[in-house]
């Protein structure tokens, strides 16, 4: 006998009936992308979904003198080509263009991106750590702004009953830059990603992704370029400096072992230091 599955989709014109769904069970449905390959991880697709593809705004990119705003459900193909050529943000884009294959990026969106809590290697989220962003969340109680650092820290109880509206950027950053290391067996995924940004104080801050099931900012080599004397440091300072810095745990994985996305690391933050320093140099 087959079994006979009934579905709900809510398409919702407004934040209230959005949560309104959500506080009944409803999955947020958007580019889909990661929703619809639950059965081949062993999930069950859920019964009850709500869409915010008609709530204004979502889908918009405010680009601004002194900050960039960026719609939830604003697509990978659109943020990047948004975003190509504009000084400080040049990380964000080159995550977005590069991020799992074209067909992907027309339909995957930001808030997908960054609010999949099993998806440990989402390419917006180092770039978004290392320019510092924040993102606005909606729920009963109003409009809140979070650090992309405590979203991410409090993610799962922020998303209980509030829904990502927008990413706020400001446009304070000198440069930026970003590298991710693919592997064939890994398909679409990246294995580890190191983003990198200049701060008005000139500092650089460092994020690092799908090396560990978080991304997070990597604290004790911003320290260490920090403190390094003289100007800047080159991109084999960087590389030395990231060796003596390591305190990452690698997650393992079906494409590769904990210990691999571990090693690159070094490799991959000299590349980004590089590609950091190139871009300063051209303006």
Same mark, same amino acid.
């Given at each position: 006998m087959s079994e006979h599955l009934q579905r709900s989709l809510t398409v919702a014109g407004s934040f209230e009936e959005a949560l309104a769904a959500r506080r009944q069970g409803a999955a947020i449905l958007a580019g889909g992308t990661w929703l619809m390959r639950d059965p081949r991880r062993g999930h069950a697709l859920p019964d009850?979904?709500?869409?915010?593809?008609?709530?204004?705004?979502?889908?918009?990119?405010?680009?601004?003198?002194?900050?960039?705003?960026?719609?939830a459900a604003v697509t990978h193909d659109a943020l990047a080509r948004s975003l190509a050529g504009i000084s400080g943000l040049?990380?964000?884009?080159?995550?977005?263009?590069?991020?799992?294959?074209?067909?992907?990026?027309?339909?995957?969106?930001?808030?997908?991106?960054?609010?999949?809590?099993?998806?440990?290697?989402?390419?917006? +989220? %180092?770039? !978004?750590?290392?320019?510092?962003?924040?993102?606005? $969340?909606?729920g009963d109680q109003g409009a809140m702004l979070v650090p992309m650092v405590s979203f991410l820290t409090d993610r799962k109880r922020l998303l209980a009953d509030a829904i990502l509206v927008r990413v706020i950027i400001n446009r304070d950053s000198a440069g930026s830059a970003h590298v991710r290391l693919p592997l064939r067996r890994?398909?679409?995924?990246?294995?580890?990603?190191?983003?990198?940004?200049?701060?008005?104080?000139?500092r650089v801050l460092v994020a690092v992704g799908s090396v560990e099931h978080l991304a997070?900012?990597?604290?004790?080599?911003?320290?260490?370029?920090?403190?390094?004397?003289?100007?800047s440091p080159d991109a084999e300072t960087a590389y030395n400096l990231a060796i003596g810095c390591n305190d990452f745990q690698g997650r393992d994985g079906q494409e590769t072992d904990g210990w691999y996305r571990?090693?690159? +690391? %070094?490799? !991959?933050?000299?590349?980004?230091?590089?590609?950091? $320093?190139?871009?300063?140099?051209?303006r």
């Open positions: 009850a979904l709500v869409s915010l593809h008609k709530i204004a705004g979502l889908t918009s990119i405010h680009i601004e003198t002194d900050r960039v705003t960026i719609g040049e990380a964000l884009a080159e995550a977005a263009s590069g991020a799992a294959n074209p067909a992907i990026r027309r339909v995957a969106t930001v808030g997908g991106n960054l609010c999949t809590q099993e998806f440990a290697a989402a390419d917006l +989220l %180092p770039p !978004l750590l290392a320019v510092e962003a924040e993102v606005e $969340l909606h890994a398909g679409d995924y990246p294995v580890a990603i190191v983003s990198m940004a200049r701060r008005p104080d000139g997070r900012r990597w604290l004790s080599l911003e320290h260490a370029l920090a403190t390094e004397p003289g100007r571990r090693q690159v +690391l %070094p490799a !991959l933050v000299r590349r980004c230091m590089a590609a950091l $320093l190139k871009t300063e140099a051209t």
